[in-house]
């Protein structure tokens, strides 16, 4: 009887389906279609799915290693319980790394957009004062607390969804497909710029720091929280593959070129959809979602660095040492913002590399060395043996590689 009303209190799988979603699907999309316009729709279509795979399968094996844990376990805990503190160092930093450079990166995407929308209504503002004052309004949100974040997050997510059904349905109207898939052999040419697209792709599936929090939410019940993460990064490919479709079927591949010489940013490819779309409703729907997509990635990233920064740093709750980690967490960010404000592009790149070691080799490392030290323990496990490892593994090696060619400028680029 005590089991079935524990059972009975576990939520339904739809809402933790939905904080996966919700979190993975962000203003780093707007990144995809510009970066994947050398490789094109169907190229760029099959790295998503390769990516999708590798991601959810490190996301279930760093699942599979918490289950030995108390709830409430994160990285840091199962990092070096079982691989030492060298790598719980390194682990940490790429995590610091990754949130520091979005932060930066969402501080630059939203004074462009904000900048752009302000344009439309005729009030001309610059990116930079543009991007300052979006971020002490942010900055004053995480400052008061999570629950500050979440109300307002709640109600960013509402807006985000309501206009990403009426904006797909009106853009996915206009698609022409003969702009998504090339004539003749061209394909094979196209090849050539796919692997420019994987740091971003990475960077577009991240939600590991959810797990552990799921977990307590579940009630420890193994199979509901990896059934979350199928069905909320499925969600994710979905939109990420009607988004591709949306955007390479309305803008034609050589006008991307035009595009990433503004750094990618976001406002240049609203401003080219909306051109194209000839559509006053589209046009404002399409500034409406870039907005909110930028203002709720922008708040859970700066409140996923500030609780990392006042874990790391031993500052307390109190208002005095929120405002001491509110300013850690803000100023180096912000001041990059203010210097290089169109670095959004490259930013999320940067995390993509740097993601590859907290949330690819980290999670296959704990699943590894977790199954070595409780080989008879019962509860939840990822099928396949050490194959999904292996996979998830060679996946970050492939990753790595190419960031590091593309950094040494020794891999062809389509949009420069």
């Known amino acids: 009887m005590g089991t079935a009303v524990s059972a009975s209190k576990i939520p339904s799988v739809l809402w933790g389906t939905l904080i996966i979603t919700g979190t993975v699907v962000g203003a780093g999309m707007f990144s995809l279609p510009v970066v994947m316009s050398g490789a094109w729709f169907s190229w760029s279509a099959a790295m998503l799915l390769l990516t999708w795979l590798c991601m959810l399968l490190s996301g279930l ?3 599979e290693a918490s289950l030995h844990y108390p709830t409430g376990s994160g990285f840091d805990t199962l990092t070096r319980d079982l691989l030492g503190k060298r790598w719980n160092l390194i682990n940490g930093a790429s995590i610091a790394f990754v949130l520091g450079i979005l932060t930066y990166a969402y501080i630059s995407a939203s004074g462009a957009i904000l900048q752009h929308t302000f344009a439309t209504l005729g009030m001309p503002v610059s990116a930079r004062i543009a991007g300052l004052g979006f971020t002490l309004l942010v900055a004053l949100f995480v400052w008061l607390g999570t629950a500050a974040v979440s109300r307002i997050t709640l109600i960013f997510l509402g807006a985000k969804v309501i206009t990403f059904f009426l904006l797909f349905g009106g853009l996915l109207g206009h ?10 052999g061209e394909e094979t040419h196209y090849l050539r710029y796919l692997w420019m697209v994987v740091p971003f792709c990475l960077a ?3 939600y590991h720091g959810n797990i552990s929090g799921l977990i307590g939410y579940y009630q420890r019940d193994g199979k509901k ?8 990064t499925l969600a994710a490919l979905a939109i990420y593959l009607v988004w591709i479709v949306g955007t390479m079927g309305n803008i034609p591949r050589a006008d991307f070129i035009a595009i ?17 779309l000839q559509n006053a409703s589209l046009s404002a729907l399409l500034t409406i979602f870039s907005t909110f997509a930028v203002a709720s990635s922008f708040l859970g990233v700066t409140l996923g660095l500030f609780d990392y920064l006042a874990d790391l740093l031993n500052l307390d709750n109190s208002a005095t040492g929120r405002l001491k980690t509110t300013l850690i967490t803000f100023a180096v960010p912000l001041a990059a913002a203010l210097i290089w404000p169109n670095g959004f592009l490259l930013a999320i790149g940067y995390a993509g590399l740097a993601a590859t070691i907290w949330a690819v080799i980290t999670p296959a490392l704990l699943a590894y060395r977790a199954r070595a030290r409780f080989p008879t323990a019962q ?3 990822l099928k396949g043996g050490h194959f999904p490892m292996v996979l998830v593994l060679l996946f970050a090696a492939l990753n790595i590689v ?3 060619l593309s950094y ?3 891999l062809p680029v389509y949009a420069r």
């Open 61 to 63: 094996m760093f699942l």
């Open 175 to 184: 698609v022409k497909p003969a702009l998504l898939f090339a004539a003749g």
């Open 204 to 206: 577009s599936f991240g």
């Open 225 to 232: 929280v990896a059934r979350c993460l199928l069905l909320g």
């Open 260 to 276: 990433a010489r503004r750094g990618g940013n976001i406002d240049a490819l609203v401003e080219a959809l909306g051109g194209l």
């Open 379 to 381: 509860g939840w496990r």
């Open 402 to 404: 190419v960031s590091l």
């Open 408 to 410: 040494a400028d020794l």
